[in-house]
């Protein structure tokens, strides 16, 4: 099993962008979903993002126009780029491996990258 460490988060004004990394131990190039995660205090942990090996992605709804997830097999890292920022992104966020469409984890969580952005 991997171990994921996640990168890139910090404060920003809305409208600006971050690109958030996920540097993996080893090789994702078995892995057939990675995912984007954030959660934000006394809420549950949430799909942001994920993509299979294969290319194909899935979005949340919220996101979706404005963060773009891609993956690097031969840097073992996925990254997130996030766009035109909203408060309401605000979370720490996190990468996991997955199945399927990416609703379904099964590694262990890292600690994340925190995301502040303010109005």
């Known amino acids: 099993q991997v171990r994921l460490v996640e990168s890139g988060g910090g404060l920003v004004q809305a409208g600006g962008s971050l690109r958030l990394s996920c540097g993996a131990s080893?090789?994702?190039?078995?892995?057939?979903?990675m995912g984007w995660y954030r959660q934000t205090p006394g809420k549950q942990r949430e799909l942001v993002a994920a993509?299979?090996?294969?290319?194909?992605?899935n979005y949340a709804d919220s996101v979706k126009g404005r963060f773009t997830i891609s993956r690097d097999n031969a840097k073992n890292s996925v990254y997130l780029q996030m766009n035109s920022l909203k408060p309401e992104d605000t979370a720490v966020y996190y990468c996991?491996?997955?199945?399927?469409?990416?609703?379904?984890?099964?590694?262990?969580w890292g600690q994340g990258t925190q995301v502040t952005v303010s109005s």
């Open positions: 996991n491996t997955a199945l399927g469409d990416g609703s379904i984890t099964y590694g262990r």
């Open positions: 080893g090789s994702i190039l078995s892995i057939n979903t």
């Open positions: 993509i299979q090996s294969g290319g194909s992605t």
